[in-house]
């Protein structure tokens, strides 16, 4: 890398001198018909080896490069306006580097064309090829201009290697990248129907209180917040490729969300800084506008999310100490694209600032070790040193502390949930959910107790003579809001073994009666009332007619299965999307600065 910066640099102050000079290299005196370098176009080059004290040799190849691609914009300019053809320059990245291809195409063609014939010339299948202009990854459909693509552009092909097994990791980050979507999208297309007592896809500011949104921006939101933790999950094990690619779906989501919402946390600054990062991992210098784009929204996202001298933030966490890695590694982007963008000055000022925020981050290795033994992970060791200076027992404790704040805010948008979930009593007033657990202490279902406590406007002793006298007036009651929060398990009270003999005896399926005496909380008249009317919340198949459920009890079981059906593949997305992703809370304050500091040194020497 170093090598390609050194030469990318060359080119840089360049094009600085021929634009200082108001100088075109593809016209005369500088170029001629044979192709030869001119006298004109040699005493450029011993002037500008002079001024900038480097070797004419190589003054010479830069301004060559520099010529030819003048010359080739040129005639493709010309052949666009001729044939409707455009010239595409696609840029390869990663371990399967082919430097820059030239593509040939009009711009009404598909975008899967233009992936089958990068992919053809690089000798690669057609969906390993990822092609990203602009911030965005170029779709299948719709057609190239409508997708923002122009004559004279230049793309990045995230491309691997053609080894077995840099196949197969290339397959996989498709299919990560795909699963993960997949998953995010299930869970939020089921964002209001989840019981609220789970804790799937809850958004959280930045004290751990719940953010409530319209089902839109929630979904959005939520799918858009789960690719960006799965590409930082990417980040870490260095796959800049399935990261880019996860990051740019995230902002896709994420764009769909009004600017209150996205300013009130600070995952989307955050994810401009990393869209950034992966660019520069992925040594896409042509991707230098957009990531400055990026960084100036995540400027201006950190001043509102924080505060202009982040107040905010202190106000909040009594700290701002951990959230200089953000600060800092925004400089540290600043500082690169300004200096590709040959803004030297602010480069040099902009690296400056941060290898000061860079040196004040660092924190004792041995501190570090100490915290640890205490039972906290490295990267929450480093969070505590940094907010408390070094000092090891206050780290611990205000660890400790913020572990609690945290803790109880979750806990009070739990409860407030729950409470929500379950409903008003006859009086207008809401269910108690200290009054439910107890009921549910006393073995009632969570099911009956809310049933009961909404009848007896929150009174225990009528709800549990009413659990108790009057079952089938709860029966009656209207609880499809509560069916798929109570599982099969706990949706009813034991079934008494006795009465399930008794009722074994009589002739009724054990399963059947079993499910009769939980519906009828163990009550053997109205147990047998219920399997003679084939009411029962649990049918089985039976041979006596007298048995064999209603069509209606036959449709309520078969959406409950649905139901049931649905939970568990959402219960599935989950495990999968908890597996990818990090758990801890603020994962993105936790970094070496190894990476940091590798870039710092390289481009300060540069400059």
């Given at each position: ?13 360049l ?17 001629s018909?044979d ?10 080059a ?21 010529q ?5 914009r ?23 580097n082919k ?10 063609i ?9 992919a ?14 602009n ?43 795909k699963?993960?979507l997949?998953?995010?999208t299930?869970?939020s ?5 989840l ?5 799937y ?16 921006e ?5 799918v ?19 990261a880019?690619?996860l ?25 401009q800084?990393?869209?950034?990062w992966?660019?520069l991992c ?10 400055a ?12 999310t ?13 700290t701002?100490?951990?959230?200089r ?20 000055q ?8 941060a ?11 041995t ?11 490295r ?8 907010a ?8 611990h404790?205000y660890?400790?502390?913020?572990k ?7 806990k009070?948008?739990r ?24 009921l549910?202490?006393?073995g ?7 049933l ?31 069916d798929?929060?109570s ?7 034991e079934?008494?073994a ?19 005496l939980?519906?009828?909380n ?21 041979s ?21 059906k ?6 599935e997305?989950?495990?999968r999307l ?16 190894t ?13």
């Open positions: 890398m170093e090598s390609s910066l050194e030469h990318e640099d060359l080119l840089i102050k094009r600085a001198k021929l634009n200082e000079g108001k100088i075109k290299l593809w016209d005369p005196p500088y170029i018909s192709d030869q370098n001119t006298e004109s176009f040699l005493e450029l011993n002037a500008y080896a002079i001024d900038l004290s480097i070797d004419v040799n190589i003054i010479i190849d830069g301004l060559k490069e520099l030819q691609h003048s010359i080739e040129s005639k493709a300019n010309e052949e666009y306006k001729e044939t409707g053809c455009a010239t595409l320059r696609v840029k390869t990245t990663g371990p399967g430097g820059v291809i030239r593509v040939v195409r009009k711009l009404t598909m975008g899967s064309e233009l992936m089958e014939t990068v053809e010339a690089l000798g690669v299948e057609s969906p390993r090829v990822k092609l990203i202009f911030g965005k990854v170029i779709k299948s459909a719709p057609s190239l201009a409508e997708q923002g693509v122009n004559n004279g552009i230049q793309l990045m092909a995230l491309i691997m290697a053609e080894s077995p097994e840099q196949v197969k990791k290339e397959d996989n980050m498709y299919m990560e990248m699963e993960t997949d998953d995010a299930l869970l297309e089921y964002v209001d129907e019981a609220d007592d789970e804790e896809m809850r958004l959280e500011d930045q004290s751990g209180n719940t953010i409530e949104l319209p089902r839109a929630k979904r959005a939101l939520s858009g917040l789960a690719m960006h933790s799965r590409g930082r999950a990417a980040i870490k094990k260095h796959d800049y490729s399935l880019l690619v990051l740019l779906e995230a902002d896709r989501q994420l764009s769909e969300c009004r600017s209150q919402i996205l300013s009130s946390v600070d995952n989307w600054a955050v994810l800084l990393d869209i950034a992966c660019y992925l040594r896409s210098l042509q991707s230098a506008n957009d990531a784009t990026r960084l100036t929204r995540a400027e201006l996202a950190f001043r509102k924080y505060g202009e001298e982040h107040e905010r933030l202190i106000a909040l966490k009594g701002a100490e951990n959230e890695v953000l600060f800092m590694r925004l400089y540290l982007l600043q500082g690169i694209v300004a200096y590709h963008q040959n803004k030297r602010e480069a040099r000022a902009l690296l400056e600032k290898e000061r925020e860079l040196n004040s981050l660092q924190v004792d290795e501190s570090v070790e100490a915290v640890m033994e205490l039972g906290w992970s990267g929450q060791a480093c969070t505590g040193l940094r408390t200076n070094g000092d090891v027992n206050r780290a404790h660890l400790e502390e913020k609690k704040e945290r803790d109880a805010a979750r009070s948008s409860d407030a949930r729950e409470s929500r979930a379950l409903g008003v009593c006859m009086d207008g007033s809401t269910v108690s959910v200290d009054l439910v657990r107890s549910q202490e006393m009632f279902s969570r099911r009956l107790a809310v009961a406590l909404r009848n007896s406007n929150n009174n225990v002793t009528d709800a549990v003579r009413l659990i108790n006298d009057h079952p089938d007036l709860l029966r009656d009651s209207d609880a499809s809001d509560l798929e929060t599982s099969s398990s706990e949706s009813q009270v079934a008494d006795r009465l399930l003999e008794e009722l074994k005896i009589m002739g009724y399926p054990v399963e059947q009666a079993s499910a009769a939980r519906a009828a163990n009550d053997l008249n109205t147990t047998i009332e219920m399997l003679s009317s084939g009411d029962c919340s649990q049918p089985c198949q039976s006596n007619p007298s048995t064999s459920e209603s069509a209606e009890a036959s449709r309520k079981r078969q959406k409950k299965e649905e139901r049931i649905k939970r568990k593949a959402r219960e997305a989950l495990r908890r597996n990818a992703i990090r758990a801890d809370d603020e994962d993105y304050l936790d970094t070496s600065l990476d940091e500091s590798h870039f710092l040194a390289q481009y300060k020497s540069l400059l």
